[in-house]
């Protein structure tokens, strides 16, 4: 492991390996295209590198086929779950090693959910997610490990299954069957 509070990580390298999603979609006012460039061209990114890399990252959240003919467009103009992974396809467009989503799917409607869901896990594939999310069915379909925080605490990390099938901690079994929560 690589400790990212030492004085000598350089805290710019690190931001790029890190991509993030948050709770409510974010996009920038500005175009589609732009929304998922304005990284790479921070990067120094060429402009025909930018536009393969838009295209790929478009693709690789699922969005592709819904917006490639309205690049252009304000991102602002895209519903609620198209935002969604509008974002993801920006984080996604700087090749991070790990994707930190914080309640991705919490603003969204259980179509575009699901929509997310199936992304995240073909996501996983190649990235490392790490999802933050109260909803424990959520949990259990996209996560193949799952930590469960209590007041701040870690009380328990295991398999995915495992924490819902077999959970070693009372407290990890109070929440996850509803008696608290």
């Not at 930018?50 to 699922?62: D, F, I, P, T």
């Not at 984080?91 to 799917?105: N, T, Y």
Request: aromatic letters at 8%; hydrophobic letters at 40%.
């Amino acid at each position: 492991g690589e400790n990212i509070y030492s004085k000598s990580t350089d805290v710019v390298l690190l931001r790029q390996r890190i991509g993030m999603v948050f709770q409510r979609p974010n996009p920038f006012p500005k175009s589609i295209f732009e929304n998922v460039a304005y990284g790479l061209r921070v990067q120094g990114k060429s402009n025909r590198d930018v536009e393969e890399m838009v295209e790929q990252s478009l693709r690789g959240a699922a969005i592709w086929d819904e917006v490639k003919d309205r690049l252009k467009s304000s991102a602002l103009g895209l519903s609620g779950g198209q935002q969604q992974r509008l974002c993801i396809a920006r984080a996604l467009a700087v090749k991070p090693e790990v994707l930190l989503m914080d309640e991705p799917c919490s603003a969204l409607d259980p179509i575009a959910t699901l929509k997310i869901e199936e992304l995240i896990t073909e996501l996983s594939q190649e990235y490392t997610i790490v999802i933050v999310t109260h909803n424990m069915q959520q949990a259990a379909r996209v996560s193949q490990y799952t930590g469960f925080f209590l007041v701040g605490k870690l009380i328990e990390y295991a398999p995915t299954v495992d924490i819902f099938k077999h959970p070693k901690r009372k407290e990890t079994e109070d929440y996850i069957s509803g008696r608290f929560g």
